[in-house]
């Protein structure tokens, strides 16, 4: 009975590698989010998507993809991936957009290592 | 700009009472929240407020000052369980993004 679920936990990889991690939700919820969490702990938006629309898109590298087949599922797709990518990846989930009074649920992150 | 501010660190004592501070500027406002995460885990909700005042919810409790652009976590009765870091964060009335603190590292003593 996960709410958010990613996967994988663990991902290890060298330089220039394409890598995908996959998310679902089963909350319910209209809209979600990847997050990126470095070393430093500082949590940054990198996309958020509201019923399969694009709503967020920061400032990151086209080298990172999502797409969203339904609003239940929310994919990320590095491609030729770099030293500097090595972090925490974090999926989540909200009933509204975000910055209102619908909490975020987070999946448990994927830890991504590059080599 | 937007920016939030929390203190890198903290210790506290079992059984004890704890104040975490969160200061912060946005060019909106529309509510404030708290996440606890435990090292190597997911962040998970606290709390939220979006009027002046006090909330408590059991040991918990959040303040907020929209004035002051100012909140605080209050943990009473600290537990080791408790030993986590402590995110503050907001959002602009403008877009649609909560902005970070880099949170605060709680560390509870025997």
């Known amino acids: 009975d996960t709410a958010v679920s990613q996967t994988p936990k663990y991902l290890v990889t060298q330089m220039g590698n394409d890598k995908s991690i996959k998310c679902e939700q089963n909350l319910g919820h209209d809209t979600m989010y990847w997050y990126k969490q470095d070393s430093k702990k500082f949590l940054k938006i990198m996309f958020s998507?509201?019923?399969?629309?694009?709503?967020i898109n920061e400032t990151v590298p086209n080298r990172f993809s999502p797409k969203s087949p339904d609003k239940a599922h929310l994919n990320l797709h590095i491609n030729s991936l770099e030293l500097g990518d090595s972090a925490v990846y974090f999926c989540?989930?909200?009933?509204?957009?975000?910055?209102?009074?619908?909490?975020?649920?987070f999946g448990n992150g994927t830890r991504l290592t590059v080599t | 700009g937007q920016n939030i501010d929390q203190p890198t660190e903290m210790t506290a004592t079992e059984g004890a009472i704890v104040q975490i501070n969160c200061t912060y500027q946005t060019s909106g406002f529309n509510g404030l929240f708290w996440y606890q995460q435990h090292a190597g885990e997911a962040p998970t909700f606290l709390s939220y407020?979006?009027l002046d005042g006090l909330e408590e919810k059991g040991r918990f409790s959040s303040f907020l000052s929209r004035s002051k652009g100012y909140s605080y976590l209050l943990l009473k009765e600290l537990q080791m369980k408790d030993s986590a870091s402590y995110l503050c964060a907001t959002g602009s009335d403008s877009n649609y993004q909560l902005i970070w603190g880099a949170g605060t590292k709680l560390i509870i003593k025997p």
């Open positions: 989540a989930s909200s009933q509204d957009r975000g910055a209102d009074n619908s909490p975020l649920h």
């Open positions: 998507y509201n019923n399969k629309e694009l709503i």
């Open positions: 407020n979006v």
